[in-house]
């Protein structure tokens, strides 16, 4: 089994463009961030390229990563998305390259998609591989052709009203790192009033509870922010411990509520 080290703390990028995401890179490698989550469909990979580029932390101290939209599944096609992202980040080599989302309807094989990844890795365009959006099934098979052996992640949507226990433990089981996109629920976790009450007891807000949540359950999170003093407080949350008690009372907001479930994802677990 392939294996890597996530940074647990990353700066996400969906739907950030232009001067804004801009300035939130440069804040954050300001306030010591060194891992940066980008992807081809999220059309800024020129702009984290520019950004990184611009700043003078050196380029081999930033985890990146990026993703393979499913319209570039078929095996040539894929590394050459993938060196076109390269090109557009200003690297010789992302340090991880995801399966955005596996392909609808199976229509590549998933042999040939998870092979081509690795063969991504073999010819230097990336220095790890992994999945994002896979169900437990989906990710035993990528797991089980050639090539899945490489594997080092499975990035999917987690947060207290989606914890996704069944995903987070089968990765978990099978050596891999969660990565948690989404982690604060698109702003939700702030209006949450057992979030708020934990909060209270460490001094923290209703987001830095859900975020050292995850960190306590061996997650890694990549929350966006353009504000400083969120990125900041995005930071500090991994210092805070919650006890067993609030752990699990975080765990019973669960509502099963997606965000992210466009109309080609996998049937879920």
Not at 24 to 37: C, E, F, N, T
Not at 46 to 59: F, I, K, Y
Not at 153 to 178: S, W
């Amino acid at each position: 089994m392939a294996k890597a080290t996530l940074p647990a703390l990353g700066l996400g990028t969906f739907r950030l463009k232009g001067e804004p995401l801009m300035g939130s890179i440069h804040k954050a490698l300001d306030l010591g961030y060194r891992h940066i989550d980008t992807a081809q469909m999220y059309e800024n990979e020129e702009t984290v390229g520019a950004a990184l580029d611009a700043h003078d932390v050196p380029r081999d101290e930033v985890f990146l990563t990026t993703k393979i939209w499913h319209d570039r599944l078929q095996h040539d096609d894929l590394l050459q998305s993938l060196q076109e992202s390269v090109n557009r980040l200003r690297v010789d080599a992302v340090d991880l390259a995801l399966i955005h989302w596996p392909s609808p309807n199976d229509e590549v094989p998933m042999d040939e998609y998870i092979g081509a990844l690795a063969d991504a890795k073999k010819q230097g365009l990336a220095r790890n591989v992994g999945v994002s959006n896979f169900t437990v099934a989906q990710l035993e098979r990528a797991l089980s052709v050639p090539g899945g052996e490489e594997l080092v992640t499975n990035q999917v949507e987690v947060h207290p009203f989606l914890t996704n226990r069944k995903v987070v433990d089968a990765i978990q089981r099978a050596g891999l790192t969660v990565t948690a996109y989404m982690p604060l629920a698109v702003g939700k976790v702030l209006e949450d009033d057992t979030l708020k009450r934990i909060g209270e007891k460490y001094d923290a807000s209703a987001a830095q509870v859900a975020l050292a949540w995850l960190h306590q359950k061996d997650i890694v999170v990549i929350p966006s922010s353009t504000k400083e003093a969120h990125l900041k407080a995005n930071m500090a949350a991994l210092d805070i411990e919650l006890e067993q008690a609030d752990m699990d009372a975080i765990e019973a907001l669960n509502r099963n509520e997606r965000i992210a479930d466009p109309d080609f994802a996998p049937n879920w677990d």
